[in-house]
T-cell receptor, first 112, second 115 residues
Framework: KQEVTQIPAALSVPEGENLVLNCSFT??????LQWFRQDPGKGLTSLLL?????REQTSGRLNASLDKSSGRSTLYIAASQPGDSATYLC???????????FGTGTRLKVLA | NAGVTQTPKFRVLKTGQSMTLLCAQD?????MYWYRQDPGMGLRLIHY???????AKGEVPDGYNVSRLKKQNFLLGLESAAPSQTSVYFC??????????????FGPGTRLTVT
């Protein structure tokens, strides 16, 4: 059974720091991996999607990498800002299905 | 282009009452999903649909039913609400035929309280 883990559960950093959020999954048979941002009381906003054949994707200050063989993905945020404060979730799409399994998220706080 | 919308935004039910949550998308997506989000447990898949007229069970389907009579709508029903169904419910959709990816798009959520 696919399990997705995000460590740490919470993170607090000063503004301007570069930071890395981690996502690990137990079964490498995935079709893609997607990173989301969730603000308190809101829905999920898609940040980046990496296909299983890709190694990384970039959007602005965000860079996501994927290592399928080791079951890991990282989300790199450059020059963090207070506006980056949110919960970040990763989700994997299981190969051969249309289902996604989510991690429990990392709650990020960027201090001004 | 509204994306994914959910109705209602908030609802309070008494134990044993029934209700239907409506999800609508205007992106011509084939796949639609219902999740629930509980503190400390992330999002869990309740039911999903891979096309009009199809439905399938996710991780936590008990106590819920769904229907996808039209491609753009996905309904989630609670026949006899229980306090354990107090949660925030999210709908998502993905995949346009001929599109490049299975990126999921989410609605704003429905906060349901069962007393």
């Amino acid at each position: 059974k696919q399990e997705v883990t995000q460590i740490p559960a919470a993170l607090s950093v000063p503004e301007g720091e570069n930071l890395v959020l981690n996502c690990s999954f137990t079964d490498s048979a995935i079709y893609n991996l997607q990173w989301f941002r969730q603000d308190p009381g809101k829905g999920l906003t898609s940040l980046l999607l990496i296909q299983s054949s890709q190694r990384e994707q970039t959007s602005g200050r965000l860079n996501a990498s994927l290592d399928k063989s080791s079951g890991r993905s990282t989300l790199y945020i450059a020059a963090s800002q207070p506006g980056d404060s949110a919960t970040y979730l990763c989700a994997v799409m299981i190969s051969g299905t249309y289902k996604y399994i989510f991690g429990t998220g990392t709650r990020l706080k960027v201090l001004a | 282009n509204a994306g994914v919308t959910q109705t209602p935004k908030f609802r309070v039910l008494k134990t044993g009452q029934s209700m239907t949550l409506l999800c609508a998308q205007d992106m011509n997506h084939e796949y639609m999903y219902w999740y629930r989000q509980d503190p400390g447990m992330g999002l869990r898949l309740i039911h999903y649909s891979v096309g009009e007229g199809t439905t399938a069970k996710g991780e936590v389907p008990d106590g819920y039913n769904v229907s996808r009579l039209k491609k753009q709508n996905f309904l989630l029903g609670l026949e006899s609400a229980a306090p354990s169904q107090t949660s925030v419910y999210f709908c998502a959709s993905s995949y346009s035929p001929g599109g490049p990816s299975y990126e999921q798009y989410f609605g704003p959520g429905t906060r349901l309280t069962v007393t």
